[in-house]
């Protein structure tokens, strides 16, 4: 199971018992859909198309509110002409193996514990190496990645697909698999007490930026291990702070008393990169690895209502009371050297200051870092301005001259938010310069907002506005100075704002999500799709429950719970399926195709059910059933490729399909013609999740990634069969097709 189904308990115990919502609001949204489908097929009843015109009337009605439909739109790199697959279907499995189309391999290019310098030898899987060889090894559970491809002169070359640099996020870790016993070492009383078990665990995570050198002839990647460009980056490494919060008190600690700097990224999940050639990191479930004092004595092992309610808003502090892997408790171990342990202690030391404890550790992380992936000396910098939430991904709006550089973002979290950030600079290509500088001009200033998703219920148009998080905001500056608000004082300045930026978008009505994973931008036309894996906390409108997360096993407070009263967390058009099992992905389109826009128009591409679920609203077959939509990507040719983390139909393994996208307003995903619109390409091995995806420029080669395997895959690192023994490792796998041609579709 994901990591994510355990923190939240989102756990559904049959992928197939989805709830059938018996509404009037939801019948109508979902006829609305079908309609909409129906008419585009042509293969809708009479009455149907009736009501089918009504409802297209409004959205011509709305184009013309919001400038030309379309595939105007940013220009972006696709090529046009038609998209049709050039792979064979592959049906759902349970090997312990990767499987991929008929006439593709797919090889293991880099797994965990591979060393990325010639001074250590090849990994053991015995757990026997020392903790800080991980400074020089491949961290754990592969995610986000980003291929640069190199010239000869080894500067970056958006054409280049025989060398380049592969950055590749490691998420979290996988404990039992990782040192010499299953279990941690622990004392009599129960306390960890390796000191080098706790070393390597900090440093399997973060991201790994490798060269990597194709062979023509065979079309097979490798790893040069002696590459100057190899660099690990960890839960250690030194980090500028950039951005409005920068220097802010609420981020200053012991190690960096003026706020400016810090150590390390955590739970790095999925990425970004930028159009001045660098990597974008995010730090998503950050709030699990601090541990507070105040809590771990507490028999219950419940965190107290106001760490909870802190933590439910704004991400601030701990969600786990001792902190998840329990770094903290080696705090004053002879050996620990400059806090490395007791800087996950996030509760504030009797009689000591900000600045010499680490109570504002936390408020450190859940952020943006830029990573320039061709200088292993160039300190990353965490980009405050795009906000502090668990930042699943960030994804470029394509880049136009003279326009203002635009990313997305979702907050993956059950009930949380999609943003986007807005740079006060306009565009300029060709930018030179040290490319983190280069980032400083477009992503240090500018404007952060959060998406709300409506309805119009007269007439089903659906659009959405962005919401602006600044202290001009004339309602967070209500609430602000509302002295009855629990929120009073925390929207005053930007950087609070920005550090608090869950719960400034709570304050603005953003529309809580059902858990946005990733993002990816149509380079067809510029629209925006965002997978929303599952939640199990979206209630019905009349069991709906809207304290029932704050008031659990997170707490609550009475201002809280009146604050929350009237909020609604049952199901809206943009989450329609309450609990959402299976999720779904939804797209969106700026107003004018401008990335930079105001408002949007939104519909949904598709939703995740089994063949046979009773909630299949988007008429998937055999060939593409899926539930618990994560990974989501467009490749330069215009297609959709979509992965899953999650309890997949009949127990199968998580799998990867591709999808070919329309546009906003077609229907979605064709129920009628599942077969050329959305094909399962790949299925992983036993318990992993696939994730992390990129191609070289030419397509012939394709990188995917394998987070978490718990059988025995991949054995032997040369294959895609699971082997005799050994415990299995997360790899980037690269999948190429045997006749050497493009990958997906012609
Ligand atoms: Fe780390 Fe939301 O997936
Ligand atoms: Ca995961
Ligand atoms: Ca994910
Ligand atoms: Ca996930």
Redesign the pocket.
């Known amino acids: 199971m994901?990591?994510?189904h355990l923190l939240t308990g989102s756990a559904h115990s049959d992928a197939t018992a989805e709830r059938v919502v018996t509404r009037e609001q939801m019948t109508a949204w979902i006829e609305q859909l079908v309609t909409r489908r129906g008419v585009l097929s042509g293969a809708t009843t009479i009455g149907l198309a009736g009501l089918a015109g009504l409802i297209l009337g409004g959205c011509e009605g709305q184009q013309g509110d919001t400038g030309p439909a379309g595939p105007a739109g940013p220009p972006g790199p696709a090529a046009v002409g038609p998209l049709e697959f050039n792979f064979k279907v592959v049906s759902l499995n349970q090997f312990d193996q990767v499987t991929v189309p008929e006439g593709h391999s797919a090889h293991v290019l880099y797994a965990y514990g591979d060393p990325i310098s010639p001074d250590l030898g090849e990994y053991s899987n015995l757990g026997t190496e020392s903790g800080l060889e991980w400074d020089h090894r491949a961290g754990d559970n592969h995610?986000g990645m980003h291929f640069f491809g190199l010239n000869e002169a080894g500067e970056l070359d958006p054409d280049s697909s025989n060398r380049g640099i592969l950055c590749v996020n490691h998420?979290y870790i996988n404990q039992p698999l990782m040192h010499e016993s299953a279990d941690v070492s622990r004392d009599l009383d129960g306390v960890r007490n390796s000191v080098d078990e706790v070393r390597k665990e900090q440093r399997a995570h973060g991201v790994s930026c490798i060269e990597i050198v194709r062979d023509d002839a065979t079309g097979r990647f490798t790893v040069v291990q002696d590459s100057p460009f190899n660099r690990r980056i960890t839960a250690l490494t030194p980090m500028d702070l950039n951005g409005p919060a920068a220097g802010s008190d609420l981020l200053v600690t012991k190690y960096s008393p003026d706020g400016m700097e810090g150590r390390g990224t955590l739970n790095n999940?999925a990425n970004g990169y930028t159009p001045w050639g660098t990597y974008l990191t995010c730090e998503e479930n950050y709030d699990l690895y601090f541990r507070d004092e105040r809590t771990v004595d507490d028999e219950s092992k419940e965190v107290p209502a106001e760490i909870g309610y802190a933590n439910f808003l704004a991400g601030i502090g701990v969600r786990v009371p001792g902190g998840r892997y329990e770094w903290a408790t080696l705090a004053g171990h002879p050996e620990e050297q400059d806090d490395e342990f007791g800087r996950f202690n996030v509760a504030p030391m009797p009689g000591l200051s900000a600045d010499e404890d680490y109570r504002n550790e936390g408020n450190q992380f859940g952020y943006i870092v830029e990573i320039d992936p061709l200088d292993p000396q160039a300190r990353p910098r965490k980009r405050t301005a795009l906000g502090r939430f668990a930042h699943e991904g960030v994804w470029p709006a394509y880049p136009v001259d003279g326009q203002p550089v635009v990313f997305y973002m979702g907050d993956d979290d059950q009930l949380q938010f999609i943003y986007k950030f807005v740079s006060a600079a306009t565009y300029a290509a060709g930018s030179t310069g040290a490319p983190l500088d280069t980032g400083d001009g477009y992503l240090d200033e500018g404007t952060l907002f959060v998406a709300r998703f409506d309805t119009d219920d007269l007439t089903g148009r659906q659009t959405g506005v962005w919401i602006p998080l600044r202290p001009d905001n004339p309602e967070l500056a209500a609430v602000n100075g509302d002295a009855n608000s629990p929120f009073a004082g925390l929207f005053g300045t930007l950087d609070s704002i920005l550090v608090h930026t869950r719960a400034a978008a709570f304050v603005l009505g953003a529309t809580p999500m059902d858990r946005p994973e990733w993002g990816a931008v149509n380079p067809r036309n510029g629209e925006v799709y965002f997978t929303l894996t599952n939640n199990s906390d979206r209630r019905g409108f009349e069991d709906a429950d809207p304290l029932a997360r704050v008031a659990g096993d997170e707490g609550t407070r009475d201002e809280v719970t009146e604050f929350l009263a009237d909020r609604e967390f049952g199901e809206v058009a943009s989450n329609p399926r309450g609990p959402n099992s299976h999720g779904h992905i939804i797209r969106l389109r700026e107003n004018g195709n401008e990335p930079a826009a105001l408002g949007f128009a939104w519909d949904i591409f598709v939703f995740g059910s089994g063949a046979d679920g009773s909630a299949n609203f988007s008429g998937l077959t055999a060939d593409n059933e899926f539930t618990d939509c994560d990974g989501l990507w467009f490749d330069s040719a215009g297609l959709l490729w979509v992965q899953t983390?999650g309890r997949q139909p009949d127990g199968n393994h998580n799998q990867m399909l591709a999808a070919v996208p329309g546009k906003v307003d077609d229907g979605g995903i064709d129920a009628g013609n599942n077969d050329v619109s959305l094909r399962r390409f790949l299925v992983g091995p036993q318990g992993c999740?696939v994730?992390g995806i990129d191609m070289t420029p030419d397509r012939r080669s394709m990188f995917v990634n394998i987070?978490h395997p718990n059988g025995a895959w991949p054995a032997d690192p040369d294959a895609t069969m699971a082997g005799e023994s050994g415990r299995a490792r997360s790899a980037t796998i690269v999948i190429t097709r045997d006749d050497g041609g493009p990958i997906g579709t012609a």
Request: a negative charge; hydrophobic letters at 0%; charged letters at 60%.
């Open positions: 994901s990591e994510e995610d998420e999940c983390d999740e994730t987070q």
